[in-house]
């Protein structure tokens, strides 16, 4: 059974982990706080900082896996989506390790990562499955058959639900990344503001009406009380929060009842917000699904789940050589 190292680079966590067996021994990430100040990733300083992060987290996760390089039977990366500039740090780090040491490459794509983060501890979902993806970058309904064939069903049309947190957070003063603040502040509010709920068809959703109904109550209220938004915070937080969840929350459980799952699973970035976990557990409750919420460093991006990724690709001998790039389009 393989050791496989496995590199996550597409936005701004640069992470390293190692796993045996299916069994994860290291998972290094290095965050990067230089973006906080920008009110978002500034894609050129990602890069960088990947390039500066990336050579002592790889040794750390393998000293940290108590072994060597010798040890490693082949390489996985995200190969995409994500930042360019970023990826293009991980995959060259990747294809050069795999050529100095002849080892396989392994490309992961990071949103199939992001499901798979279910697989790395019990307990597993059973297929088929219906995962709700929630991140920076995206937004999906994912339709999980097999460890490698999903199928995605709905998705957002403009911005992500990380990003509906990260864009309302900005508005409100607040710094990047601002999904966490808004958990944090909204466990001290009440639900006491309205905003629009979107109205698009499927399991598909939309954010970007929301953004603009938030910047226009905010202008509104400030217009009339300067002070509107500092004495409120907990409160527009709590309302915010409560919006996007129950958007989320409606099209999973469209998707459940129609396809009559009761497997459901929550990842990515988001499903670190405390919100969205009590909604799931309660809803699982009134719908008797079996639930399943990653631990929070399975949540953001980690190599973890590409190192689990990896593994089930190994399986399979799904390799690639040394001539991919992120540059291609991603088919993966
Ligand atoms: O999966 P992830 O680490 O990176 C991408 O693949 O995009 O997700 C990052 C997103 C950011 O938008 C961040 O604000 C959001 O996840 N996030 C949260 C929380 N923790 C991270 N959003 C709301 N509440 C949280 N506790
Ligand atoms: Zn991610």
Known sequence: ????????????????????????????????????????????????????????????????????????????????????????????????????????????????????AHFIEDPKPKFPFLCLTVSGGHTQIVLVKDHLDMEVIGSTKDDA????????????????????????????????YEFPKSKVGDYDYSFSGLKTAIMNFINNNKQKDPAFVDRELDHICASIQHIIIETLMKKLIMAANDLDIKEIAIAGGVSANSGLRNAITFYGKKYNWNTYIPKFEYCTDNAAMIAITAHYKYLKKEFVDQSVSPLSRLKI
């Open 1 to 116: 059974m393989p050791t496989i190292l496995a590199i996550e680079s597409s936005c701004d966590d640069t992470s390293c982990a190692v796993i045996k067996d299916g069994v994860v021994l290291s998972n290094i990430i290095a965050g990067q706080a230089v973006h906080s100040e920008w009110g978002g990733v500034v894609p050129e300083l990602a890069s960088r900082a990947h390039h500066q992060n990336i050579v002592p987290v790889v040794n750390s996760a393998i000293e940290s896996a108590f072994l060597s390089k010798a040890d490693i039977d082949a390489v996985g990366f995200t190969r995409g989506p994500g930042l360019l500039g970023s990826l293009l740090v991980g995959t060259s780090f990747a294809k050069a390790f795999a050529l100095a040491n002849d080892l396989p490459l392994i490309e992961v794509n990071h949103m199939i990562a992001h499901v798979l």
């Open 161 to 192: 639900a990380g990003e509906a947190f990260d864009k309302s957070a900005k508005l409100l003063g607040l710094t990047y990344p601002g999904g966490p603040l808004i958990d944090k502040y909204a466990q001290n509010g009440e639900v006491k």
